[in-house]
């Protein structure tokens, strides 16, 4: 399978059969062969975050530490984007990091074999820090707080984030809400600015910009004050646009 994102980021994949039946949904080489809706969508918010970053700080972001590598879609854009002096990408699946390390990417990338809650915990300083998260929800955040709390300690210019059970947000409205500090989430909007509030509250910093399709993607930057942040929902057929995929 090949893929293209925003036109010029090329990605191979091993679609072969032997290739996808040893996967399972833990490996997010997983979603890219078997749901390309999902991996679509998901593209197409990173590609929105990172443009919004691109606009507000290009000159800024020359190191870049991400986790959760997966197949790459963030790493090419980042790249393309960016073009950073210095870019880890940390990774667990061993046909994730097969994966990466074959990508058309530049020299600067480094991909390493790394556990999220160690990498995270020790990792030094990066103008960027990209968290892309499997399975993250309001719930889940205290179990990785001590990480958070030292990668929004060290002051980057900005940190993504992910929260794949966004799409589960109604079914959870109390639970969520109790989890940011609030009675209920009623709504999006509520949603994200939740988000928003409970992190400049914790770390001065703010959601300046959400994409949203079936999960959510959140960019954090450093604020003095808090600012209403822009929610953008993508459509199936713009996502299809974004990343064009061919078997």
Same mark, same amino acid.
């Given at each position: 399978?090949?893929a293209?994102?925003?036109?010029t980021i090329?990605?191979?994949?091993?679609?072969?059969a032997?290739?996808?039946?040893?996967l399972d &949904?833990t490996s997010?080489?997983?979603?890219?062969?078997?749901k390309p809706?999902y991996?679509?969508g998901?593209?197409?918010?990173?590609?929105?975050?990172?443009?919004t970053? &691109?606009y507000?700080?290009v000159k800024?972001? &020359?190191t870049?530490?991400?986790? *959760?590598?997966?197949?790459? @879609?963030g790493?090419?854009i980042?790249?393309?984007?960016?073009?950073?002096? /210095?870019?880890?990408?940390?990774?667990?699946?061993?046909?994730?990091l097969?994966?990466?390390?074959?990508? #058309? *990417?530049s020299?600067?990338?480094?991909?390493?074999?790394?556990?999220?809650?160690?990498?995270?915990l020790n990792?030094?300083y990066?103008d960027l820090?990209?968290?892309?998260m #499997?399975?993250?929800? #309001?719930?889940?955040l205290?179990?990785w707080?001590?990480?958070?709390?030292?990668?929004f300690?060290l002051?980057?210019?900005?940190?993504?984030l992910?929260?794949?059970?966004?799409?589960?947000r +109604?079914?959870h409205?109390?639970?969520f809400?109790?989890?940011?500090? &609030?009675? /209920?989430?009623e709504n999006t909007?509520?949603y994200v600015m939740a988000?928003?509030?409970?992190?400049?509250? +914790?770390?001065?910093?703010?959601?300046?910009?959400? /994409?949203?399709?079936i999960g959510? /993607? *959140?960019?954090?930057?450093?604020?003095d004050?808090?600012y209403e942040p822009e929610i953008?929902?993508?459509? +199936?057929?713009?996502a299809? @646009?974004?990343?064009q995929?061919w078997s």
């Open positions: 399978m090949k293209v994102i925003d036109g090329n990605l191979d994949f091993d679609d072969s032997g290739a996808m039946g040893r &949904k997010f080489m997983y979603w890219a062969l078997n809706a991996a679509q998901h593209a197409t918010r990173q590609l929105h975050i990172f443009n970053l &691109k507000l700080y800024q972001v &020359k870049v530490e991400e986790f *959760f590598g997966g197949v790459g @879609m790493t090419g980042v790249q393309k984007l960016f073009q950073p002096e /210095s870019h880890v990408v940390y990774e667990v699946a061993e046909e994730c097969s994966h990466l390390r074959n990508q #058309p *990417f020299d600067a990338l480094d991909v390493r074999y790394g556990l999220a809650e160690d990498t995270m990792a030094p990066a820090y990209i968290v892309d #499997p399975s993250l929800n #309001p719930m889940k205290a179990g707080m001590p990480q958070l709390d030292h990668l300690g002051g980057p210019t900005a940190i993504y992910n929260d794949t059970s966004f799409w589960t +109604r079914f409205k109390e639970r809400g109790k989890a940011l500090n &609030k009675p /209920s989430l909007r509520d988000y928003s509030e409970y992190m400049f509250d +914790r770390y001065g910093y703010i959601v300046w910009t959400c /994409s949203i399709h959510a /993607s *959140f960019l954090y930057v450093k604020s004050k808090m953008k929902s993508v459509k +199936r057929d713009e299809k @646009m974004v990343m995929i």
